[in-house]
Every structure is written in C-alpha cells, then in structure tokens.
C-alpha cells in the first residue's frame, strides 16, 4: 500500500471509519480530524507521527509495469515473476481492456460517439471486426480509440491494485519474496501512467525468435507472424533485440528502468528476472 493510502487509512481508522468510505464522506470526515485543523507544526509533527508508524508495518507495495511486443515472452516473464520467483500478482492491463466494451458502459458510449452507430452488431455491443477494420488500416483512428480506453483501462487497474493490496494484507503468509505487483501491457510506454509505477521493463527478444514463438504457440504462419511483429515495431515499448540503443533515451529519462532479452530458455528468463528483481537499478531511485 503506497504511503498516501496508508496515510487515508490510519486516519479513517483513527475517525472509526472503513477503507470504502466514499470521497465525499472522507471530505467531511478529514475536514474535522486533528491533522487537518491543528496548527502547521503540529500537523508537521502529526503527519511525522503517520509517516513513521507506516515505516514500522512493513515495506512499501512497488507496482512493476512489464511492456513489450507479440512473441517477446512478456507474459511468459510476467508469470514466471510471480509463480516462480515471488511477487504478489499480476494484472493483465490487456485483458482489462475487453472489459470496458462491456455494454451500457461510459467507454462504449464514448467509442460510438467517436466512431459511430455502425460499430455495432444487432445486440447493442461492439461489433469487433468493424471497428477493428476501421482502426487497424487508420494509425489516427487506433490514436483515437487507444486515447478513449486507456483510461477506463487505467481506472481498472486502480481498482485492482486495491484489491490486490488489501488480499495481501489479509492473507500475507510470508511465502512471498517480493512485495510487487506486476501491471503486464504490450504498450504500457504509450500510455503515459508512469506516475503509477515504480519500474517499467521491457521484455524484448529478436524477431526470428519471436517469429518461432507465435508459429509453435500460436499455430501461426510464418507470414502471419511476420506481420504482426512488424505491425508493432514502430511502437514505444515493442523491443527488438537487434536494435539495442532504442531504448536508450527512454532509459536515461528514467522512464525505462530494465530490459531484459528473452531469446533463450525459460531458465535462462527467470535467471535474468531474478537478477533484476534483486537490482535496485531496476527501480525507480
């Protein structure tokens, strides 16, 4: 839980009230809580008082963003982070993403205020195949459609950090190693949330592998495979191993926190995981 959460928690605690309190009742709550209407050096001293029995609870909750393209192994890593090598979860940012076609949604009538009436199949929901004939052949139309999901994405991905911290500290039986919670998106650069997170990773690997990959896992051909990996290689966060300095700005901005090549075995991933869980570099400073 990050220090501001816990902060909202001892003081909703401290005034008898639950972590569901609605914005509005944590206004009128707070307004009349002695941090809030002490004098400046004692609110100073108050919010010290806070900050340093957090300190005492346990470490801080990281939140890992994991990009990269088709074939790269991401979500391969993912997993192997959190089944294998002990972080807590895992939130699948892509698969969060069907979800806000869900009919009667806020982000549905948004997509069809944009795009039109036409996108819609006889049931009132998103007609996938037209909409995706519209975005796909149009890089401005996927522009626009990825600027009205992400943040009905993001807005999910919130609710299920919550969900995912307090389990945790519930059930935390101590057989985890790391306390991280991995947001796994193939285009997590794109989308700007890094005041959300504490790493981003790349996990990126050369193109015949990733080609081999979608052909043995997927049941591609080897033209199919080849042009989807192409359709993502202009894209921010969709790595290529044989480009090794495409990165480097996203890196020296801190932005970038880890890239890992994933062109090798599955033991040889979760050795270079490992060691990148365990590299404080790998973190935001």
Partial sequence: MSSVNKIATLLLSSLGALTSTSPVQFATAFSSHPVAT??????????SRIYNSIASEGEHMKILGVCGGIGSGKSTACKVMVDTLGCVG?????LLAHDVYEPGSQSLRDIVAEFGDNILGSDATIDRKKLGAIVFSDSNAMSRL??????HVRT?????LSEIKDQHQKNN???????????????????NWHDLLDGLWVIQSSPSVAVRRLKDNRGLTEEEATTRINAQQKRRGIGNAEEPDKFQQDIEKGVVTSVITNDGTLEELQAALK????DPSSFKS
């Fill in 90 to 94: 895992r939130i699948d940012a892509d």
């Fill in 146 to 151: 990825e600027q009205i999901v992400w943040p």
């Fill in 38 to 47: 002490a004098t400046p050096s004692v609110q100073r001293l108050q919010r």
């Fill in 275 to 278: 060691q990148a869980l365990l």
């Fill in 156 to 160: 999910k991905i919130e609710g299920r």
């Fill in 173 to 191: 039986d101590g057989s985890q190693t790391h306390d991280i919670i991995i947001v796994e998106a193939a285009l997590l650069l794109e989308t």
